[in-house]
């Protein structure tokens, strides 16, 4: 199945998926470096708008993630197509 | 645990059907240097090596789940609209006859995927030394794989891969330092 989505659905996508890169790579360099607090500082004001992207992408799209990371609307939205190979 | 979130890590788009390149991506999905193996080998081998390195080989090893649904969907989007026909015209045949379009843990050349693609000695430098050849292996293959398709879409998201490994083997060499001065400090303190 291929689902066809508004052009603002691949925008925040994308939003989302950059500040994510940042996290992975700032994780990565951290998880060998830890005593850079310069990067922490970074990884965590990173972190917190990452939180905002994903709620504000949450909130149009449905949630990111089960078991309780995020909230759903009824009827229960989890299940719901998109898949990340649909889009 | 692990936690799942409905998104790729980075976007999948083909730009046409083309189920001969697919065949050439499942070295990456069930092939002996492919995600699969990345995945489940820095994973396991996290149970014995030393605490410094085990967030590392945590989150690398978790990184390689979410390239490995990459390639996934790559397979998925390029044999999606095959047909039969086509399918056995790109020496799928044989996958056709036993899997329709479904995916399946094998490599390019139709060898499901086996345990005896990973290592793991026990020795921290020898079990990072592996994982630094396995990153190494997996460039060099999204090399081959970027090479060998003409779908500027589908090159973009191989690229990305092909630089991931390049970060990845690159800590894991940092890790293999970190390693060897605690060995140091053994040795003459
Ligand atoms: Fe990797």
């Given amino acids: 199945m291929s689902h066809v989505l508004d052009e603002a659905y691949y925008k925040q996508l994308h939003d989302l998926q950059a500040v994510d890169f940042v996290l992975v790579e700032l ?33 149009q799209y449905g949630p990111l993630m089960n078991f309780g990371h995020s909230l759903s609307r009824a009827p229960w939205q989890w299940k719901e197509a998109p898949w990340p190979w649909q889009v | 645990m692990w936690a799942y979130e409905k998104k790729l890590q980075y976007p999948v788009r083909v730009s046409k059907c083309d189920p001969l390149m697919a065949k050439f991506l499942m070295e990456q999905y069930g092939g002996a240097d492919g995600e699969l193996a990345a995945a489940l080998r ?10 410094k390195v085990v967030g590392l080989l945590t989150d690398i090893g978790t990184e390689e789940f979410a390239h490995l649904e990459m390639i996934a969907t790559m397979v998925y989007k390029l044999t999606k609209d095959a047909t039969p026909a086509q399918m056995k015209a790109a020496g799928l045949g044989d996958h056709y006859a036993a899997h329709d379009s479904a995916l399946f843990y094998t490599n390019a050349a139709g060898v499901p995927w086996t345990a005896s693609y990973i290592a793991a000695k026990g020795d921290p430098i020898a079990d990072l030394y592996e994982d630094i050849a396995a990153e190494e292996k997996a460039r060099a293959t999204y090399q081959w794989l970027i090479d060998m398709t003409d779908d500027v879409d589908l090159q973009d998201s191989l690229k990305y891969l092909r630089e991931r490994e390049i970060v990845h083997s690159l800590r894991f060499r940092e890790a293999v330092e970190i390693l060897k001065d605690k060995q140091d400090q053994r040795i003459y303190f």
């Fill in chain 2, 42 to 51: 820095y994973l396991n081998q996290r149970y014995t090596i030393p605490d």
């Fill in chain 1, 27 to 59: 994780n990565l360099y951290l998880d060998t470096h830890p005593g850079d607090e310069a990067a922490i500082a970074q990884y965590n004001q990173f972190a917190e708008l990452r939180k905002r992207i994903a709620e504000q992408f949450e909130s």
